[in-house]
């Protein structure tokens, strides 16, 4: 292992000494046809031919070296991935038998109800409170949107509910319980939670949205649902394999040259002859998947995640950030629809959307909630939040 280490680092010696092998051929001979030319054994014509073949052993000793340093990687990203996995928890969990939160139960049990109490949070390292002193209850069931100039701490807020920060001061109340008395794990259960910094995964576009609930992953129903409630069937279904594409090939398919025709693959069957397979040296063709096709299919992963049974509370940072305005007008038609289900919250830029039909609209400004309260409420405040809500919706009037 220390030796495949070391390799990267050993890349410009190894250069160097590639250059040497390819050219100490040519400087030899040509001192020597300086010097004593009658000693020369080889024609012009059968030193080229050497130096062709020299040249050739060079170019292998170099792909040798590259599929070492290329190995030495992979090696040091298995080493990281085993170390991030044993870093400890640093946010200490709730105390030995504490109670879970309850699981949703049709009406008895619908959303959970989120309340800050004087609240105040600085990033771990840092002296400057992002929040301060916030305060606010969005009762069960409710719809409530976070808005906010940038680095507001929308996000933030949405991050502490969850507990993956700890927060400084003040007490946050998740179902009428203080978040420290609740078992991180059920806490975390009860959530559906789409963030900024979402990822899709090297797999199939079903796999990625499986992934949002593993215990329903072969419930073909809930997949196509889950892929309609995020808006992303109609870009699937234009797709030469559905939902059954392939955002990159993986490891077993490259590594095993699968040829043409069907194949069980990640207990699937899946056809390969769509031109993405791997062969020999070739490189797998990856499915290019836009800004917006991307978030289509996180949200479509968060959906599938939101209909599990124990999930109370949704929350979603910026959902519509790479969305068109139909798809965004068509993602917020959806979610209305919804309402009433579950808890669900939302931190946006965006204003009218979802706004308008808001149980409850926290506006942040300088580490606190500056307003609160429904859209018509705040438009009668004539404060921030209607002066930004005007200031978008100018872009559309026409009489101007």
């Known amino acids: 292992m220390p030796l495949l280490q070391d390799l990267p680092q050993a890349s410009t010696s190894q250069s160097l000494l590639n250059l040497v092998i390819d050219s100490s051929l040519q400087i030899i001979f040509a001192l020597r046809a300086v010097h004593t030319p009658a000693s020369i054994p ?36 298995i080493q990281n991935l085993y170390s991030i996995i044993d870093i400890p928890n640093q946010i200490p969990d709730a105390p030995a038998g504490s109670e879970p939160l309850r699981i949703a139960d049709g009406e008895k049990v619908k959303g959970l109800s989120i309340e800050f109490r004087n609240v105040s949070f600085k990033y771990p390292g840092t002296s400057k409170y992002v929040i301060k002193n916030m305060s606010f209850k969005i009762e069960p069931g409710q719809l409530c949107v976070i808005v906010g100039e940038n680095g507001a701490a929308k996000s933030t807020s949405l991050k502490l509910i969850l507990r993956l920060y700890e927060i400084d001061e003040g007490t946050i109340l998740v179902d009428g319980r203080d978040i420290r008395t609740i078992p991180l794990k059920s806490l975390r259960q009860c959530a559906a939670v789409l963030f900024q910094d979402f990822s899709n995964f090297p ?7 499986a992934m949002g ?23 699937i279904e234009s797709l030469p394999e559905g939902i059954d594409t392939y955002l990159s090939r993986p490891v077993k398919d490259l590594a095993g040259g699968l040829g043409a025709g069907q194949h069980n693959l990640l207990g699937r069957q899946f ?26 299919l996180a949200l479509s992963r968060t959906f599938m995640r939101s209909n599990d049974e124990q999930v109370r509370l949704w929350m979603f940072d910026e959902p519509s950030a790479s969305l068109d305005p139909l798809a965004e007008f068509n993602l917020f038609e959806r979610l209305r629809g919804m309402r009433g289900m579950n808890t669900m919250i939302f931190s946006t830029h965006r204003y009218g959307g979802l706004t308008r039909y808001a149980d409850l609209i926290l506006y942040l400004k300088d580490a606190q909630v500056a307003e609160m309260g429904t859209h018509d409420q705040l438009m009668a405040n004539d404060k921030n939040y209607a002066q930004l809500y005007n200031v978008q919706a100018q872009a559309f009037r026409t009489d101007t």
């Open 213 to 235: 609930s593993p215990t329903h992953a072969l419930d073909d129903d809930r997949v196509q649902e889950a892929a309609r409630l995020g808006g992303a069937s109609d870009f």
């Open 203 to 209: 797999l199939s576009i079903r796999e990625n949205i």
């Open 42 to 77: 080889l024609s012009l014509a059968q030193l080229e031919l050497v130096q062709r073949n020299v040249s050739s052993f060079t170019r292998q000793f170099e792909n040798i070296s590259h599929m070492l340093e290329g190995v030495s990687y992979s090696f040091q990203s």
């Open 271 to 296: 056809n390969s002859a769509a031109g993405r397979r791997g062969h020999g040296r070739g490189r797998a063709q990856d499915l290019e998947v836009s800004g917006g096709q991307q978030q289509r």
